[in-house]
């Protein structure tokens, strides 16, 4: 994943006041491969990368940052702005009906979505009308007809022997005279886009003058993203786009390619083949899953909120410095602690999950309140030398905070482990104080 790809970058990263053009340039190129493996088309791609690299070089980078998470959380923040920043909303006609058009490539979701879009209006207290504009697929009409009786959708249909344009015209009229006040047109999609079936979608347009086109796009169309965005813009002046098919383990490139190739938002996407209501697009959410990045940004706003970054930066100097005490020890175990559930933070830091003995590790209050009499029984030499602390040593300092020499044992294990995930944790986060680059 990205994650784990830029964590080799971070390492180099960190440590600088300020983010180079070669640091920059470095991460870049995962993030480059990662918009690709996502299947965003590659001259999206590289404008993408453009802008992220203008904003990034020279960035400074804020004191509980390091310059590898200012920048995953550029590209996120672009990524977020690339997709539409916030959501969109429908079209609303002066005077009803608002009229729908649905397009797309044949099994892109057009009738699914429609069914979605009808069901979601109808919740929302209107009154839609399906209209049945595929009469090439077999059976098209009796999809849309079934899926309108699921919801209790009426559907408006003249059989496959009509022209679909007066099919489109004749059900506009329809919804007029019976008071339904959105109209949503279900259209004949192609496997390839064919001048025949654009010029059809043409006439429809002409014909029904729609408030809304909606791109039905399958996020797991890969770089043909792009072409079919493009010539379906060309010809219909798409007014947005619905992304079908989330539910899939897609990251959904497709997103982003066809968001910039037409300018039109994304305004809701579709998680299923059943029939549910259409849901909101968030470009935020999108931006993660994209990037496979859910879990780096709740970990840095996690972090940014708990650690303190000049105690932390202190605290990685006295690691590199070999000054890490059973003092320190204890202190950090109650900032570790204010991250929540230590297992939980583990699995969100990319090679973590792999040091099973930290497992053992686990920070609760009472275990805290024993750790801190443990260490309070040692003498001052004893806490910062842990290498001295013999089975009679021990035994004392068992006594001495009415605990028991294995628990003594457990902790000076804790302690080993913790200097070494300390190592780790810090290769990730390295949060640099005022001071920091000097260790
Ligand atoms: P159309 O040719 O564009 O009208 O596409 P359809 O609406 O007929 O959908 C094609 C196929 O994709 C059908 O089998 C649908 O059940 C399925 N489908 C549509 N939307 C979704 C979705 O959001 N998720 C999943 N998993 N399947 C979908
Ligand atoms: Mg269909």
């Known amino acids: ?24 340039n470095e991460a870049m190129r995962e993030v480059r491969l990662a918009l690709l493996e996502a299947d965003v088309n590659f001259k999206v791609v590289k404008d993408f990368i453009a802008r992220v690299k203008e904003r990034a070089i020279g960035q400074e980078v804020v004191k509980s940052f390091t310059p590898g998470m200012v920048i995953i959380d550029i590209v996120n923040k672009e990524l977020t702005e690339l997709m539409g920043g916030t959501q969109a909303k429908l079209a609303k006609a002066a005077k009803p009906p608002t009229v729908i058009m649905m397009a797309g490539l044949q099994g892109a979701g057009k009738t699914t979505a429609s069914a979605k879009l009808a069901l979601m209006l109808q919740k929302g207290g ?27 959708v009426p559907v408006f249909s003249l059989g496959d022997k009509v022209n679909p344009v007066d099919i489109a015209r004749q059900a506009l009229q ?18 390839h886009i064919d001048e025949a079936l654009m010029e059809e979608l043409r006439q429809i347009h002409e ?36 992304l079908t098919k989330l539910d899939g383990d897609t990251r959904g490139g497709a997103a982003i390619s066809v ?32 990037l496979g990045m859910g879990d780096m940004l709740s970990l840095i706003e996690k972090a940014q909120a708990a650690i303190d970054a000049e105690k932390a930066a202190e605290m990685e100097r006295k690691m590199r410095a070999a000054e890490f005490t059973f003092e320190d020890f204890l202190e950090q175990m109650a900032q570790v602690r204010k991250l929540g559930p230590l297992d939980q933070l583990l699995e969100m830091l990319p090679g973590m999950g792999k040091l099973k ?11 805290l309140a024993r750790v801190e009499a443990i260490v309070k029984s040692m003498t001052t030499e004893e806490k910062r030398n842990p290498e001295i602390l013999n089975h009679s040593r021990r035994k004392r300092i068992a006594a001495g905070s009415g605990t028991t020499v294995a628990d003594v044992n457990r902790l000076i294990k804790q302690f080993d482990d913790m200097r070494r995930m300390m190592k780790q944790f810090s290769t990730m986060m390295g949060p640099k104080g005022p001071k920091g680059g000097k260790g």
């Open 126 to 152: 209107h009154k839609p009308l399906l209209a049945a504009c595929d009469i090439y697929r077999p059976a098209a009409i009796k999809q849309l007809q079934v899926l309108g009786g699921q919801i209790g």
């Open 207 to 242: 014909a029904v003058k729609p408030d809304e086109v909606l791109l039905v796009v399958d996020a797991m169309i890969g770089q043909e993203a792009v072409n079919v965005a493009q010539s379906f813009h060309e010809q219909l002046e798409l007014t947005g786009i619905v």
């Open 1 to 24: 994943s990205l994650t784990s790809r830029l964590q080799s970058v971070f390492g180099k990263l960190r440590g600088k006041g300020k983010v180079t053009e070669d640091d920059v």
């Open 174 to 191: 329809h919804a007029k005279d019976e008071g339904r006040d959105y109209l949503i047109i279900d259209t004949a999609g192609r496997l």
């Open 357 to 367: 003995q930290l497992k053992d590790i686990q920070i609760d209050e009472r275990q």
């Open 259 to 290: 968001k910039a190739v037409t300018g039109c938002p994304i305004k809701f996407v579709g998680m299923g083949e059943k029939i549910e209501p259409l849901e909101p697009f968030h470009p935020d959410r999108m931006a993660s899953r994209i």
